[in-house]
């Protein structure tokens, strides 16, 4: 039953004037007043939106505050680091009643605790006009990266507090296999650069704006956003996606275990999922929506790529090895 329909029935105490939502920084620098607009409509409750740093930040501050959680809902907890969450036993019960929307393939986290919100492609992003300036080739492949010129042209985040630095080692897992070392050692030669999370990397390093890294990990949709938020009309993305190298990453909510107000949390959760906020909503996160009826803005059937065979490991196979392989990426890369 909706918080709109039992609201009736309801005490001043049981129906919250706010819920806190925890979500990831990406996410939260672009929260506006219509975001949650349709949901305070429809309940009367606000949303308080609290910053946490990127996902891996996010998720280790829930799980040390599990029980007695700062928020009532946590929000971009992804499947790279979902077994942390789960593992660390922050969530409450809770399947959203339009489940059904989502397709199978996106459904990888158990559904009793959290929902899958949308998907994305961590891919490496170049700045188009950087190469026609210097009159260069953008990479084609994993392998190009490895020329000393061109590691000193990328910039990534640390896969122990980023999400798409997570899942951009992984794709190199995937790629190299037991080989993958190498592949990032080469980097670490050339002089890749790695910064602590996907703001710093996309906004302080990439040539796009301002920074000396025409190359960035960043995601598939970027390109998209970038024309929807261009000060200037633009016709073309001034950004492009390399598709080799790109990984899959699925964000997901969950109601945080300890909440005053289950219920209420679960009703943001099924908003979150809902048409209309999918379809307005999450361009501002550089995704696409999960909810399978919702459509797309023009700007993300026009600009978009969406490789056709990005990697993807098993949730499973990373819990049991992301800590290990995080600990080995980072001897290797800062020793």
Known sequence: MSLALAACGDTAAETPETLRLLAHDSFADAVNDETFAAFTEETGIEVEVLAGGDAGSMVTQAVLTAGNPTADVLFGVDDTFLSRAIDGEIFTEHTSELIDTVPASL?????????PIDFGDVCLNYDKAWFEDKGLEVPASLDDLRDPAVAASLVVEHPATSSPGLAFL??????????????????????????????????????????????????????????????????????GVIEAGC????????????????EAAGDLIDSLLSGGFQETSRVNG???????????????????????????????LIAENREAWIQEWAELMEG
């Open 107 to 115: 459904r990888v986290g158990p559904q009793e605790l959290v929902t």
């Open 247 to 262: 990984y899959r990453q699925i964000e997901f909510a969950g109601v945080l275990d300890g909440t005053d107000h289950p």
């Open 170 to 239: 992984l794709a190199t897992m995937d790629i190299y296999g037991a080989d993958w070392r190498d592949f990032w050692a080469d980097l670490k030669e050339g002089g890749v650069k790695v910064v602590p999370d996907w703001n710093t990397a996309y906004y302080a390093d990439f040539t796009r704006y301002g920074g000396d890294r025409p190359l960035v990990v960043s995601y598939a949709s970027s390109p998209p956003a970038e024309v929807i938020f261009a000060e200037e009309p633009l016709e073309t993305a001034p950004t």
């Open 286 to 316: 550089f995704v696409f929506p999960a909810n399978d009826n919702a459509d797309r803005p023009a700007e993300f059937v026009d600009h978009p790529v969406i490789p056709a065979d990005p990697s993807q490991l098993d949730p499973d």
